[in-house]
Structures are given as C-alpha cells and as structure tokens.
C-alpha cells in the first residue's frame, strides 16, 4: 500500500532530493540531503524516518535511497498534480516487468497507468536495455525502469494511430499512461465463440507487424500474450519496450552477440512471426513463415 495521503509538502521535498541525489549516488548520505533540502538535520532526520516508515525509502549503513513505492508515489503525485488523472482503480494486469492499473482521465474516460518494473525479478533483458544506458549513469532498477517506460512510450507515439497500439498519452519516470482496451489477452480469448474468424484475424496482425516495420520498428516480443482483442474483433498490441528498431542499415541494425551467436532483425521478425504462426496452429491455420517475411519486409 502506497501512503499518499500521510504524505506532507516536507517529505515530497525529501523524497524528490533523494531521487535527484541517486543520479550520483549508489546511497544518498544524510549529509548531502541536508546540503539540498536546506533544513537543518533534525527536521531532514525526522522526514526521513517518516519516509522509511511508510516504506518510501530505504536505508542501509551508507545513507537512503528510494524505494519502488517511493517512486511510485513520485510518479502518481506528479500525474495527479498536472491533472493528467483524477483517479486510480485496481489491477488491470500483471506483467513479468510491469504491473497496470485502471486509471481515470479528467474528461472521465477510462485509461491504464503501466509501471515498469526492473529488478523486482530477474533482469532478463540486461544486455538490451544496457545499451540505452550509454550515458554512463550507474545501473540500477530506477533507471533501467524509466529507460523502458520512455522507450515504450516513445515507439507508442512513433506508431499510433497508423498501427493498432494504445493512444499514448503521458509519460512520468518509469510509467506509462496509455489508452485502455476493454478486452482480453489474445491467449486467453476464444475466437471460435467470439465469432471470429482465425486467419483474417491473423491477416490483420500480420498487416500491424509489416506497418510497424515500415515506421521502422519490431515488436520483439509478440504474441499472444501481447495482443489484446475485443468482442468485435478489435484489437491492439501492446508492451513494446523490447522493440528493435530498424536504422539506415536495413539488416544486421542492432547486433548482438550472444554465445557467438548473432541476432539480427530477420532473427527478430521471424520469432515474432513464428510466435503468432504457434498461437493461430491451434484454429488449424498453417502459413510459411518464410513467405509471411518476405510479405513483411517487401
Ligand atoms: N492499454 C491497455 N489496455 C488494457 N489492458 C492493458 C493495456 N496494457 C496492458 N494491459 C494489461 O496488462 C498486462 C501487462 O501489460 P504488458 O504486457 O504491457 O506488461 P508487461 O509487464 O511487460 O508484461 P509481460 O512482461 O508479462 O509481457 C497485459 O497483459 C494486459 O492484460
Ligand atoms: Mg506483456
């Protein structure tokens, strides 16, 4: 639970020093909070055990640093205090790196707040969202969460509306604000009681993967768990922080070698490919994933 409503002006203060202190610091010393905030140390002390106690911060012998509440708590005042939401509802979903909630927008319409969330499990992506960090900051699930929010909200704007994503509407440290579909995970649907047909819904996507691509873009992660489809038919593809994005150089853009193994966008756009031809087997359909790439890229 975040404590938003036990939180005075002072602690905002205390807490929006130390974020700032943690570009230079592993751990912020007391010493330097005190320096910014202007108070004098008892008053910094007590905002700090204020902070610690309603689980903002956390300590350890070196001095504080924030906690994912913290930044939480920082990222839902800052959207509340440029009236970019009036409202916060439950869980939408949990994602492996994420969690999103149902939000209300001020004209009451109906949007989802998407926390990134590094660190909290394993760091698979490690070596991928490394590079974004080339501005030599040092590593930590503060940043590398805010570097994927900024990505994904940055690809979502580059794409929307000409590919079917969620309207983006706001980005704040690690969080997205985006549009919200009123459906369900492609992997949970069942296109036969939805009335749906399988393949000119496969066709559909595969029209998104081959725009994406044009505006120069892979999805990286797509599949089924990554569509969300309505009773219509209608349907999005979301979480895109992973995306590889495709340069000047057409092929063999983004490099990465991995036990001596080199990756390249023809080995992105046919996993992606290959991860919907798995999903559409089970309604029967079967397509040459190697046509299905040429379709794309030409
Ligand atoms: N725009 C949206 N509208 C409605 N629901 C959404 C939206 N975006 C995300 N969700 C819900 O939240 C879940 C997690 O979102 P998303 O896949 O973007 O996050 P993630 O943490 O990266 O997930 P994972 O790592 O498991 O793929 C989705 O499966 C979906 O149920
Ligand atoms: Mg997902």
Same mark, same amino acid.
């Given at each position: 639970?975040?404590?938003?409503?036990?939180?005075? #002006? &002072?602690?905002?203060?205390?807490?929006?020093?130390?974020?700032?202190?943690? %570009?230079?610091?592993?751990?912020?010393? !007391?010493?330097?909070?005190?320096?910014?905030?202007?108070?004098?140390?008892?008053?910094?002390?007590?905002?700090? /055990?204020? &902070?610690?106690?309603?689980?903002?911060?956390?300590?350890?012998?070196?001095?504080?640093?924030? /906690?994912?509440?913290?930044?939480?708590? &920082?990222?839902? #005042?800052?959207?509340?205090? %440029?009236?970019?939401?009036?409202?916060?509802?439950?869980?939408?979903?949990?994602? %492996?790196?994420?969690?999103?909630?149902?939000?209300?927008?001020?004209?009451?319409?109906?949007?989802?707040?998407?926390?990134?969330?590094?660190?909290?499990?394993?760091?698979?992506?490690?070596?991928?969202?490394?590079?974004?960090?080339?501005?030599?900051?040092?590593?930590?699930?503060?940043?590398?969460?805010?570097?994927?929010?900024?990505?994904?909200?940055?690809?979502?704007?580059?794409?929307?509306?000409?590919?079917?994503?969620? *309207?983006?509407?706001?980005?704040?440290?690690?969080?997205?604000?985006?549009?919200?579909?009123?459906?369900?995970?492609?992997?949970?649907?069942?296109?036969?009681?939805?009335?749906?047909?399988?393949?000119?819904?496969? *066709?559909? !996507?595969?029209?998104?993967?081959?725009?994406?691509?044009?505006?120069?873009?892979?999805?990286?992660?797509?599949?089924?768990?990554?569509?969300?489809?309505? /009773?219509?038919?209608?349907?999005?593809?979301?979480?895109?922080?992973?995306?590889?994005?495709?340069?000047?150089?057409?092929?063999?853009?983004?490099?990465?070698?991995?036990?001596? =193994?080199?990756? #390249? =966008?023809?080995?992105?756009?046919?996993?992606?490919?290959?991860?919907?031809?798995?999903?559409?087997?089970?309604?029967?359909?079967?397509? #040459?994933?190697?046509?299905?790439?040429?379709? !794309?890229?030409?």
């Amino acid at each position: 639970m975040i404590y938003i409503k036990d939180m005075e #002006d &002072l602690d905002w203060r205390i807490l929006r020093i130390v974020e700032i202190c943690l %570009k230079n610091h592993e751990w912020v010393p !007391i010493k330097e909070i005190v320096k910014k905030a202007k108070l004098n140390q008892n008053e910094v002390s007590y905002r700090i /055990s204020r &902070l610690i106690h309603i689980k903002m911060l956390n300590s350890s012998q070196y001095g504080y640093r924030i /906690s994912h509440w913290g930044y939480d708590a &920082l990222a839902i #005042d800052t959207y509340s205090k %440029k009236d970019l939401i009036v409202g916060m509802g439950g869980k939408v979903g949990v994602g %492996k790196e994420g969690d999103v909630y149902n939000v209300l927008l001020p004209d009451n319409r109906n949007a989802v707040l998407k926390f990134h969330k590094h660190g909290r499990t394993c760091f698979t992506m490690g070596k991928r969202y490394r590079n974004y960090l080339a501005d030599k900051r040092h590593m930590s699930w503060l940043y590398s969460s805010r570097l994927s929010a900024e990505k994904e909200f940055e690809v979502l704007t580059a794409l929307y509306p000409i590919v079917k994503v969620p *309207e983006p509407i706001a980005n704040n440290r690690h969080t997205i604000l985006m549009g919200k579909m009123e459906g369900t995970d492609l992997k949970k649907a069942n296109l036969h009681r939805l009335d749906l047909n399988p393949e000119e819904l496969f *066709e559909e !996507i595969i029209e998104e993967v081959k725009k994406a691509y044009k505006l120069g873009y892979i999805h990286g992660d797509l599949s089924e768990f990554n569509i969300l489809i309505n /009773s219509d038919g209608d349907f999005v593809i979301i979480d895109w922080p992973q995306v590889i994005e495709i340069n000047d150089n057409k092929f063999k853009i983004e490099k990465i070698s991995s036990k001596d =193994v080199e990756y #390249d =966008v023809e080995y992105y756009l046919k996993r992606d490919i290959g991860n919907l031809l798995r999903y559409f087997k089970k309604y029967g359909l079967n397509k #040459d994933l190697d046509t299905l790439y040429n379709y !794309i890229i030409n």
